[in-house]
């Protein structure tokens, strides 16, 4: 409620210090935007309308292993598959709100909102099977290695088969939401709320891997020799072959990988999904004197459905030679990969040379492809109790409140079963409902001294995925007793639950300045892991096999044991001039926090971290601002934590994270009112200016990197306009 026209615009650019590390990349973008707010009718009516476009680049260079393998007493890196990753995020969006009061106490607000999202993404790099091509071909590697603290650390492989990849990811989207919003004031401190919303996203996303190499198949052509160093922050390694050649680096398949005779050059991997929710919810409060100042009650009813195709084809050469020179047409500057000691690579985008006729597609309908597409439905019924409390202990405010929520659940997947390979369309779910008591008391001293308590139980619903109903399962007749076994998804799957208990202290010095210390605990009453488990297979087509029991067992994900998590954070803004007024404008907020998580990776294993959670992560910033100048500093800092990642043939491995501290600055001014340039501001900032990378290695060993990304540091500068 500006009360004012209001019309804005924002122009920011940006620029990546690594430059353009692929062909056709950039190293700058920009993003611009505007706003504009009135008032009609006596200020009965409102609009809001915004618009905004993003056209920026990202640059990433890239370090993975597949593993380490045992090699003589010692461990060695078993591959290497690195890229140099370019990115181009365009988006472009437009929103509207139109709020109009129809009576003195009606009001109703509508809004809009459109989104379109493209990302293209190109990576190019070589993979290298090292140790793990012993079995393959004749590689090995030459005596006179070292070995430190357990690890070949420098040495020489020979007999190496590379391959050279291009892929191409492109990533689009269409959003469009819309709401409407009805606040009544009733009158007798009764106040009604209906809102109705809706969304839909339809999204792609196209995986486009292209290889190239010396030759098909395994012991054909060129074989590199190819030393190496390894260190804590990967492997740099010494080729004697020239991958950027076009006459030696042929379009082919140069280890006959891939799921079809001869090998594939390559796979197109295309993903349809479409999302869609709907919402509905009405509220009633009545406002009431006393210890209770208003008691609420509500219903809310959530459809929300979500659909993935895949749409997977294998890449071969259209002419159906063994292989393939790059035609000149299509040869793009090579990408350099020497921050791997690679040198050049040869560079081409292989949408254009299937577009071209070079590459056809083969389409791959196999089981592990059609397991992959599902419809997961889900509605949600949730009606809510509250009373909100607002009364006066002594010379200190209690306010809070207390309720309880009952969520009804009802989900259905519709996929297929799959028995030894044939399909069965089929729709299968579950329902179940959720009680959720909370509690929030916040009690306020006359020093401004505050106390807060929080109550709660808490779900968390499944991913869609991890609910879709594809299962694929069969007989195993290997031990004395047939079995029925299978794997796939969970449409039984339920949220997981747990108890969460929080208290803080806060303490206010005037309006700017705060500390607060806050207690958390929250008992995980179950978890979501992906494991083998009993399942009653009654009712799913088993042809003509005879089994003693349908009580078979299931790979997919399920409800098991939980755990806990819990620790404390310390946090607070101090605006020095609370000292001394000499120090007006300075300042600095942050804070810092231990969390403590206890949880089994999987169903019998011994207990660990939470994926994802750090020990210890802090913040901290720096600040002046006075007079329309603004300086800030910030540093965050997350120590090492646990994470699942995708590995080698997209297999989910549980990897340690190295901690990482990320350094940020920015400088602004703001013209001050009577300047001629009032209401002109004007920014420039700096990201990641230490230029920290995210690395993980195999947990307790600091020299078995895993991956090993550099972003580079980030600079941006820009200009806003109000008036």
Same mark, same amino acid.
């Given at each position: 409620?500006?009360?004012?026209?209001?019309?804005?615009?924002?122009?920011?650019? !940006?620029?990546?210090?690594?430059?353009?590390?692929?062909?056709? !990349?950039?190293?700058?973008?920009?993003?611009?935007?505007?706003?504009?707010?009135?008032?009609?009718?006596?200020?009965?009516?409102?609009?809001?309308?915004?618009?905004?476009?993003?056209?920026?680049?990202?640059?990433?260079? *890239?370090?993975?292993?597949?593993?380490?393998?045992?090699?003589?007493?010692?461990?060695?890196?078993?591959?290497?598959?690195?890229?140099?990753?370019?990115?181009?995020?365009?988006?472009?969006?437009?929103?509207?709100?139109?709020?109009?009061?129809?009576?003195?106490?009606?009001?109703?607000?509508?809004?809009?909102?459109?989104?379109?999202?493209?990302?293209?993404?190109?990576?190019?790099?070589? *993979?290298?099977?090292?140790?793990?091509?012993?079995?393959?071909?004749?590689?090995?590697?030459?005596?006179?290695?070292?070995?430190?603290?357990?690890?070949?650390?420098?040495?020489?492989?020979?007999?190496?088969?590379?391959?050279?990849?291009?892929?191409?990811?492109?990533?689009?989207?269409?959003?469009?939401?819309?709401?409407?919003?009805?606040?009544?004031?009733?009158?007798?401190?009764?106040?009604?709320?209906?809102?109705?919303?809706?969304?839909?996203?339809?999204?792609?996303?196209?995986?486009?891997?292209?290889?190239?190499?010396?030759?098909?198949?395994?012991?054909?052509?060129?074989?590199?020799?190819?030393?190496?160093?390894?260190?804590?922050?990967?492997?740099?390694?010494? /080729?004697?072959?020239?991958?950027?050649?076009?006459?030696?680096?042929?379009?082919?398949?140069?280890?006959?990988?891939?799921?079809?005779?001869?090998?594939?050059?390559?796979?197109?991997?295309?993903?349809?999904?479409?999302?869609?929710?709907?919402?509905?919810?009405?509220?009633?409060?009545?406002?009431?004197?006393?210890?209770?100042?208003?008691?609420?009650?509500?219903?809310?009813?959530?459809?929300?459905?979500?659909?993935?195709?895949?749409? *997977?084809?294998?890449?071969?050469?259209?002419?159906?030679?063994?292989?393939?020179?790059?035609?000149?047409?299509?040869?793009?500057?090579?990408?350099?990969?020497?921050?791997?000691?690679?040198?050049?690579?040869?560079?081409?985008?292989?949408?254009?040379?299937?577009?071209?006729?070079?590459?056809?597609?083969?389409?791959?309908?196999? &089981?592990?492809?059609?397991?992959?597409?599902?419809?997961?439905?889900?509605?949600?019924?949730?009606?809510?109790?509250?009373?909100?409390?607002?009364?006066?202990?002594?010379?200190?405010?209690?306010?809070?409140?207390?309720?309880?929520?009952?969520?009804?659940?009802?989900?259905?997947?519709?996929?297929?079963?799959?028995?030894?390979?044939?399909?069965?369309?089929?729709?299968?779910?579950?329902?179940?409902?959720?009680?959720?008591?909370?509690?929030?008391?916040?009690?306020?001293?006359?020093?401004?001294?505050?106390?807060?308590?929080?109550?709660?139980?808490?779900?968390?619903?499944?991913?869609?995925?991890?609910?879709?109903?594809?299962?694929?399962?069969?007989?195993?007749?290997?031990?004395?007793?047939?079995?029925?076994?299978?794997?796939?998804?969970?449409?039984?799957?339920?949220?997981?639950?747990?108890?969460?208990?929080?208290?803080?202290?806060?303490?206010?010095?005037?309006?700017?300045?705060?500390?607060?210390?806050?207690?958390?605990?929250?008992?995980?009453?179950?978890?979501?892991?992906?494991?083998?488990?009993?399942?009653?297979?009654?009712?799913?087509?088993?042809?003509?096999?005879?089994?003693?029991?349908?009580?078979?067992?299931?790979?997919?994900?399920?409800?098991?044991?939980?755990?806990?998590?819990?620790?404390?954070?310390?946090?607070?803004?101090? /605006?020095?001039?609370?000292?001394?007024?000499?120090?007006?404008?300075?300042?600095?907020?942050?804070?810092?926090?231990?969390?403590?998580?206890?949880?089994?990776?999987?169903?019998?294993? /011994?207990?660990?971290?939470?994926?994802?959670?750090?020990?210890?992560?802090?913040?901290?910033?720096?600040?002046?601002?006075?007079?329309?100048?603004?300086?800030?500093?910030?540093?965050?800092?997350?120590?090492?934590?646990?994470?699942?990642?995708?590995?080698?043939?997209?297999?989910?491995?549980?990897?340690?994270?190295?901690?990482?501290?990320?350094?940020?600055? &920015?400088?602004?001014?703001?013209?001050?009112?009577?300047?001629?340039?009032?209401?002109?501001?004007?920014?420039?900032?700096?990201?990641?200016?230490?230029?920290?990378?995210?690395?993980?290695?195999?947990?307790?060993?600091?020299?078995?990197?895993?991956?090993?990304?550099?972003?580079?540091?980030?600079?941006?500068?820009?200009?806003?306009?109000?008036?």
């Amino acid at each position: 409620e500006t009360g004012k026209r209001v019309l804005a615009f924002g122009v920011k650019g !940006s620029l990546t210090d690594l430059g353009k590390l692929n062909a056709g !990349s950039n190293d700058k973008g920009y993003r611009v935007n505007a706003t504009y707010i009135d008032q009609f009718g006596g200020d009965t009516v409102g609009i809001a309308l915004t618009a905004n476009y993003v056209d920026e680049s990202y640059q990433v260079q *890239e370090y993975n292993a597949w593993g380490y393998n045992d090699f003589s007493g010692a461990r060695l890196i078993a591959g290497n598959k690195s890229f140099v990753t370019s990115t181009n995020l365009k988006r472009f969006g437009l929103g509207g709100t139109l709020q109009g009061d129809l009576s003195d106490n009606v009001r109703i607000t509508a809004d809009l909102f459109y989104s379109k999202f493209d990302d293209d993404i190109i990576k190019r790099g070589i *993979e290298l099977p090292l140790s793990s091509a012993f079995g393959w071909t004749s590689a090995g590697i030459n005596p006179g290695y070292t070995v430190q603290d357990g690890h070949i650390v420098n040495g020489t492989f020979t007999n190496i088969e590379a391959v050279v990849n291009n892929h191409k990811l492109v990533r689009s989207a269409d959003l469009f939401s819309s709401g409407f919003n009805v606040d009544w004031d009733i009158g007798n401190g009764w106040n009604a709320t209906f809102d109705w919303g809706t969304s839909r996203t339809d999204r792609n996303e196209l995986i486009f891997e292209s290889n190239a190499g010396t030759g098909r198949g395994q012991g054909v052509g060129a074989r590199d020799t190819i030393g190496f160093t390894q260190s804590t922050t990967g492997t740099v390694f010494r /080729p004697t072959l020239n991958y950027s050649d076009p006459n030696l680096i042929r379009l082919t398949s140069p280890m006959g990988w891939g799921g079809i005779a001869g090998g594939q050059d390559g796979y197109y991997n295309d993903r349809l999904v479409d999302d869609e929710l709907t919402t509905v919810r009405f509220d009633l409060e009545k406002e009431l004197d006393g210890f209770f100042s208003a008691v609420r009650a509500g219903v809310a009813y959530n459809d929300r459905g979500k659909s993935l195709y895949a749409d *997977e084809y294998f890449v071969v050469l259209a002419s159906g030679a063994a292989d393939l020179r790059v035609p000149d047409q299509y040869l793009l500057r090579p990408t350099n990969l020497n921050y791997l000691g690679l040198g050049p690579v040869i560079s081409y985008d292989p949408q254009e040379l299937l577009e071209g006729g070079i590459y056809r597609l083969v389409p791959n309908a196999v &089981q592990d492809v059609i397991s992959k597409n599902y419809v997961v439905d889900e509605e949600l019924i949730t009606g809510y109790l509250q009373a909100a409390i607002d009364t006066e202990l002594g010379s200190s405010q209690l306010t809070g409140n207390v309720g309880v929520q009952v969520i009804k659940a009802e989900q259905s997947s519709t996929g297929a079963l799959f028995f030894n390979g044939v399909a069965t369309p089929t729709t299968l779910g579950t329902s179940y409902t959720d009680w959720l008591p909370s509690l929030n008391l916040s009690l306020r001293t006359a020093s401004d001294f505050v106390i807060r308590v929080g109550l709660a139980r808490e779900i968390q619903r499944p991913r869609m995925d991890q609910m879709r109903v594809s299962i694929g399962y069969g007989v195993d007749r290997s031990g004395p007793t047939p079995v029925i076994r299978g794997g796939g998804g969970n449409p039984f799957l339920e949220p997981i639950r747990a108890n969460a208990a929080d208290l803080t202290f806060e303490k206010y010095f005037g309006t700017k300045g705060y500390v607060a210390a806050q207690l958390f605990y929250k008992k995980l009453l179950n978890w979501i892991y992906n494991a083998e488990f009993p399942f009653d297979y009654t009712g799913f087509p088993l042809g003509a096999e005879v089994v003693p029991s349908r009580i078979g067992t299931l790979n997919a994900p399920l409800n098991g044991d939980g755990g806990k998590i819990y620790g404390v954070e310390l946090a607070g803004t101090l /605006p020095f001039e609370t000292f001394t007024p000499s120090l007006e404008g300075f300042g600095v907020t942050g804070g810092v926090s231990y969390t403590k998580s206890k949880l089994r990776p999987a169903p019998g294993q /011994p207990y660990g971290d939470i994926d994802g959670y750090s020990r210890w992560v802090a913040n901290g910033t720096a600040y002046f601002e006075k007079n329309g100048f603004s300086a800030r500093g910030s540093v965050r800092y997350r120590s090492t934590f646990q994470g699942e990642l995708s590995g080698f043939g997209g297999n989910r491995v549980r990897r340690r994270a190295r901690g990482e501290m990320i350094v940020d600055a &920015q400088l602004g001014y703001d013209f001050q009112p009577g300047s001629s340039l009032e209401g002109l501001s004007l920014f420039i900032q700096g990201q990641n200016l230490t230029n920290e990378a995210f690395s993980t290695i195999n947990p307790g060993a600091p020299l078995e990197v895993i991956d090993y990304q550099t972003y580079g540091r980030r600079y941006q500068a820009g200009i806003t306009f109000k008036f």
